[in-house]
């Protein structure tokens, strides 16, 4: 199955030409021969470590080009480049060519940012791209997205040489070809793999040079996928520290909208019919073995240092238990979780602000003293799946009179849980497959339920035929097909 991209979704190309006309004064794209000829006033530039972006405009241009584009999509006009400022000082400045595209989940942000790339490039020439994203997962996600619209978008701009790689520290000569090469590079990192200075990219090599040194030389323009999880000051700084030409922050849950150049909320989607109405159903619990359950006890602040008291579950001989930890700052929650999985995305200690009270992992979370995050007991993720099955059933007897199907999704934190193998390879079910099945028969047995799904249960949450008109979809917490 091949997939097929469109090309003309109206509030895509809309999102692509806030971008493009903030540039509006810059220099337009040369063929490569005159550049090598006429590098003044280019909109790319050489130097001793290679090829990078060069902006020609103003910043006092660039403010001009942002009032005229939020004029013209409806949004509050800015009086000035919006900075952001260090929550330490308060003074310290991060750029302020630091731009917002807010996009609901579901309308395509990744596609519109692949093809704002391919656009500035068309269009004015530049060259160098990183894609900063919070998580490994994402990241991967994001490479996925490359590869899969690589043809489409070739097809679209009449065949661009274009590289994209993503950041392997085994494979530091990809920096040094992303910054030599005159081709369109695209460089995807997770954004814990340069914001600490004991980061290889960050350390001084037999060359005598710090990798990161090659990404800015190019003054790449940084693309910030889901920017909320970086407005720590130490991610921001990172950021800051690629030294990019402008940054284009991605999402559909900002925190902070910095200048902000275009915008597609909730309702606006929903009105377009771009997204379907969700309804959520909730419940809480106070404890929890599968999710990141961290409680903060205590700030301490001692003559040296700050420390942290705070209760995770850790890997322990017995089996998983709840265990008090010192933290420092720096400390990754990994490390002293004796390795669990939960932890591993993000949870290293960034910051410890005495005066409000809190605590701000690397990930972007917070936690205020005596609060606690996380918490899902096996009895609570039970009635989860069985809640679910009941409103499937329910939601099914209205709409499947009209011909609509009925999609019920669950998310799930590792395969292990819904599927495990044996020995031999043979498939076992796993508690959520042992849940749902037990949920789903007494729904189905029911004689108000009656032939509404006429299936075996067996069959029900596996991978389905064209014509079924109802069936449970299980996806884990990469957002893929399990089955």
């Given at each position: ?226 920017p909320q999880n ?114 591993k995305d993000g ?23 005596g609060e606690t ?111």
């Open positions: 199955m091949k997939l097929q991209f469109s090309a003309t979704q109206d509030y895509q190309l809309q999102a692509v030409k806030s971008v493009i006309d903030l540039f509006e004064g810059q220099p337009l794209a040369k063929g490569d021969f005159k550049i090598s000829f006429a590098m003044e006033g280019a909109s790319i530039a050489f130097s001793e470590k290679g090829i990078g972006n060069n902006l020609v405009i103003s910043e006092e241009q660039i403010l001009q080009n942002l009032q005229i584009i939020q004029q013209r999509n409806n949004l509050e006009i800015s009086e000035n480049l919006v900075a952001s400022y260090s929550s330490e000082d308060k003074k310290t400045e991060y750029t302020r060519l630091n731009f917002t595209i807010e996009m609901e989940t579901g309308t395509g942000k990744t596609y519109t940012f692949l093809r704002t790339i391919y656009e500035l490039n068309k269009v004015y020439g530049f060259k160098k791209f990183v894609i900063v994203v919070p998580s490994v997962a994402i990241r991967e996600g994001t490479v996925k997205n490359l590869q899969i619209t690589h043809e489409h978008f070739q097809d679209l701009y009449e065949c661009p040489p274009i590289n994209y790689v993503m950041y392997d520290s085994k494979n530091l000569t990809s920096l040094k070809n992303f910054a030599t090469s005159n081709a369109i590079q695209v460089l995807v990192i997770n954004i814990d793999s340069f914001s600490k200075d004991s980061n290889i990219i960050n350390t001084v090599r037999e060359t005598g040079v710090k990798p990161i040194e090659y990404i800015q030389a190019t003054n790449e323009i940084a693309i910030i996928d889901e970086m407005e720590t000051d130490v991610r921001r700084s990172a950021i800051q520290n690629l030294n990019p030409l402008c940054t284009l922050r991605y999402s559909a849950t900002h925190r902070n909208f910095y200048n902000l150049l275009y915008s597609l909320n909730p309702v606006q989607a929903y009105d377009l019919g771009l997204v379907k109405q969700i309804e959520v159903d909730g419940i809480t619990s106070d404890s929890n073995y599968n999710a990141a359950f961290i409680q903060v006890k205590k700030i301490e602040s001692g003559k040296k240092n700050l420390k942290v008291k705070v209760a995770i579950y850790v890997n322990d001989k017995g089996g998983v238990t709840q265990k008090d930890i010192t933290l420092a700052l720096g400390e990754d929650l990994f490390e002293k979780s004796n390795r669990r999985d939960i932890y949870f290293i200690l960034n910051e410890i602000r005495v005066s409000d009270r809190e605590i701000e992992f690397a990930n972007g979370l917070i936690i205020r003293e995050q996380g918490g899902l007991t096996d009895e609570v993720m039970k009635f989860q799946i069985e809640r679910t099955v009941q409103a499937h059933f329910e939601k099914l007897k209205k709409l499947k009179p009209q011909g609509i199907k009925v999609l019920s999704l669950f998310f799930i934190d590792k395969v292990a849980n819904y599927r495990s193998y044996d020995l031999n390879g043979n498939p076992e079910k796993g508690k959520f497959a042992l849940w749902f099945e037990e949920a789903f028969i007494k729904q189905a047995t029911k004689k108000a339920n009656a032939d509404l799904i006429p299936f075996e249960v067996e069959k029900v949450h596996k991978r389905q035929s064209e014509n079924n008109r109802s069936f449970i979809y299980l996806r884990n917490h990469w957002d893929r097909p399990l089955l």
